[in-house]
C-alpha cells in the first residue's frame, strides 16, 4: 500500500471526529476530580449530555459512561468543579435508557453538545442496526439519521424507538 493511499485512509477514518473523541474522562478518571467546568470542556470538549449538574461522557471503545457531578461551594465566584466521578456499563440492553437522554440534547442551546449527542446517538444506532443478526427494514427506515432536529427524532422514540428499546423483562 501507498503512503498516499494510508494517509488517505486515514483520513477519512477520523473525518469527523475531533480531537476530543480520540480519549475522554475515561481515560483520565484519577486527575479530573477538582477540574472546574471551563477545564474539563477544554481537554476532553463537549459532553454528550448534560443534565443539571451532571455531565455524562461515552466512549465507544469501552462501552463505558461516565457522570461528572459538579458542585461549588460558591458558585457566584467560582466555577463549579468536578466532586464525583462515577462510571458504569452501557450496551444494547440499556439502549432504552440513554438513547431519549441523547434525544433531549438534540435540544440543548449549546450546539456543541446537540452535535456530540447526535453523533453518539447515531453511532449506537448503526452499531445496533448492523450488529443485529434479524435485521427489521420496515422498523430501521423509519430512523430519521438525515435529521438532527429534535421534533423529528422525539416523534421516532414516541411512535417506533420505544418498540425496538425497551427495558428487559424479569422472567
Excluded at 486515514?10 to 476530543?20: E, K, P, V, W
Excluded at 468543579?81 to 458504569?88: G, I, K, L, P
Aim: glycine share 4%.
Amino acid at each position: 500500500m501507498k503512503v498516499t493511499q494510508l494517509i488517505l485512509i486515514s483520513t477519512l477514518l477520523l473525518s469527523g471526529c475531533s480531537t476530543h473523541e480520540m480519549y475522554s474522562p475515561i481515560d483520565r478518571k484519577p486527575s479530573i476530580i477538582g477540574k472546574n467546568y471551563v477545564q474539563i470542556r477544554k481537554h476532553f470538549g463537549a459532553p454528550h449530555i448534560i443534565e443539571g449538574t451532571d455531565w455524562y461522557y461515552f466512549s465507544s471503545i469501552d462501552g463505558v459512561v461516565c457522570r461528572l457531578h459538579f458542585s461549588s461551594l460558591y458558585p457566584e465566584f467560582f466555577p463549579p468543579d468536578v466532586a464525583t466521578y462515577s462510571e458504569q456499563r452501557f450496551d444494547e440492553t440499556t439502549y432504552y435508557l440513554w438513547i431519549p437522554k441523547l434525544i433531549e440534547q438534540l435540544a440543548q442551546p449549546d450546539p456543541e453538545v446537540a452535535a456530540r449527542a447526535y453523533r453518539f446517538l447515531e453511532f449506537i444506532i448503526h452499531e445496533d442496526v448492523y450488529g443485529t443478526e434479524t435485521p427489521q427494514p420496515e422498523v430501521w427506515d423509519k430512523i430519521p439519521f438525515e435529521s438532527r432536529n429534535y421534533g423529528d427524532w422525539k416523534a421516532w422514540w414516541r411512535n417506533h424507538g420505544t418498540d425496538i428499546y425497551r427495558p428487559p423483562v424479569d422472567e
